[in-house]
């Protein structure tokens, strides 16, 4: 098994060789070992993507708008992700954002994985068929499972969720209801002795 | 007296941190006081008559085991190198996290002895190899087998039987990554596993070395004496390799240098320093004089700073005994400014470490500090401004911005990592071929340019704007802000100028290990020896925290 480390040096180094610049490489190789470590084919779509990268006549997405298409062309996946990560602080009050026609798709997962933690809000994305939410880069929670390379999206839509229970309030309660059967319940000696300062607690 | 820190533009030039010395807060010493209680054991010693086998040994805590998996093979004198592009070695070794299995050992055996061309899995977390310094390691043989110690002296002027070539960790060729393990209280210092492999690693030589004795003449052989081994070690070769890490590890390097500065203004700002304290201190530098007296080397650079370092250290010591009163106020303060007017780089960080040495309470609870959680400052602030990075440049690297890397001089070398090996090596860029696949080591160069293209950019441009037009600039804006916050976190030097020293950057890493003893081969690699003197895993439960003076 190769180490997360080796995967983040690897991916690095052959981004360079693949005509990224140092800063871009740099941020590559940390995407490709989070990817690894989310269980998602971080190695096998970089490498079938720089494989087929020269011929692929990518458009570079510098700058991220609400939606963002091309037809003639596709997206190159890093370059719109470092867009994306580096533009968060101008897209976080936009609610949904869309592309087209992104390549390599997985590979542009782990720079919205890296601003849902930068905003500290939770991102729904859905590639296709395909949903993702990623949760503030603690982890990505996705409902496919196959190892598989994806060549190209023809929609991503992109959906910045509000910090919100994913509970009722009337589940919280029954639960925290129950929760109090670990308290004691105080008699006026309790009340007296169990705290620190008593009457000067305010003062 | 509010002692401000010292100036990293200062700190942080090349020659003065080529000039740093091992310290209580170095990493060998670290360890020892860390596995003090640790159980010691040899769990398993299956060598030939000839030294050739498999040995394991342990440190073991409650439910934690840290097992030394050590593999001794025959090697043909035409094989022995201690150069990184050998393949074979006298010996090699892993950490395995925990008790190994016969199945694990099965394994290893296969893999360890490759070292770069093996597989390691997440259940090892060091890995190195060592080569016999054949000349002392048959003398002491043949003298033990004889029934006699074996020649001091020339003990002493190598300093060890055995010397590591390399020692890898983090990941490398399958180890465990660092995640997996971080939160380990007992190896919270930098390093503390590497440490411990090599620690280990000397017991390994001790045992075979009387084990080879015996076998040979088992009548009339006697082991190497007690005191001889604590007074050998394990010697190191140490190429490039080193000199990248200390720029590709920002806020660790910081954290190191940090930790050092702090313990200094600490110190320096002591009002009243009581007379065990000032004792402890006269009393180690004047012992330390023995380690500058046994440094043997061949290289003139090296014997020209210890010369100086010789003659510095003995005019101070007489200036402590005879001019210097430890009742005034903030002696320390003083001996330091005193230092700073009258000594050079060499002696003045010498006796830094060496005002360390009483301060226990200063100096322990910065030695957990000295790790870096670096994920966190990797993403760049792309909401500040131009204005701000141009801030940043100007406050944090007024020097670099001086050099003219127009001038071919100040820009003669270039980094590159070797195909054959993977390793990092410095070239003559108008000389050699491959400059255009140039490592992004070159930061004082980056820096200047950076500031070129701000300097015509818009100071309110946010730069999440100035990184879409500046890919080529990425990795210089990431590392201004990580400089923002880390003082101590840059190279204030040239890594690629004609008059670089790169032995410089490996001494500062290596000082920080606690090596002692630098013999640069050559301006690119040297050899230094670690643990010399130190105790033996027998005697770690009660010993002398001082023991690198005695």
Redesign the interface.
Known sequence: ??????IDTVSK?SSRAAG?????S??IG?NIRLLEMFSLPGIKNLNDFYKKKKDLKLEEL??IKEKNETSKSKFCPIIAG??F??????LKNINKIKFTNIAYPILFLPFVS?AS??IGKRIHLKLDDKEFIMNFNNSISYNFFKSEIIELSEVISINILENKDTFSEIEWKELYKLSEDTFVEENESLKQGGAGAGLTDND | MDIPLRNPNTIMKLSRLGSFHQSKLSFLRSFLKEFKDWEYKRDLFDLNEHGFGTAVYSFKKNNRVYSLVCFANKLNEDERSDRVIATKWDAAFTLHDGVPTKEDIERLLNEVPKQEFGRL??KELTLSRANKSVRVFNHVVENLSNGIQPDRELLSKVGYLYRTTAVYG??????????RIKNREEIYGPFRLEMMLVYLVRQFTFDQVNHVAHKKNPKKAVKLDIEICKSLGIGNSTGLGMAPFIVNHPSLLNNWIYAREICLKKIRGIKKVNSKDSDLFKDCLKKSIKNITSWNTDSEYQKKKIKGLFSELNQFILYLDNDFDFNEEFPFNKIYLYLENNYDEECIEYVVSMMMEPYDDIVSPLIKKMSSEE?KY???P??RTVSDLKTILEEKYSDILKIDFLKKENQLNFWF?SKNKEEPRLANRFDEVGSELEQ?LAIARDIKKLYEVIKSSKNNLK??EF???N????????RAFIVEKFPYSEIQDNTIGKEIIPIDMLRLKLSFFGALKFDPRSDKWLRICMFQGAPLPEQLKNYNEHWVYN
């Open positions: 098994m190769r180490s997360l480390s080796e180094r990224y610049s140092w800063g871009i740099e941020e940390k510098t700058l470092v867009s990560l580096d533009q968060i602080g101008n890296r933690e930068v | 899995s997440f983090s990941g490398k060729f399958g180890l465990a990554d660092r995640f994920e990797f993403n760049i792309t909401d990592i992004p730069i999440s990184l879409s037009q890919f080529d600039l990425r990795h210089v804006v990431r």
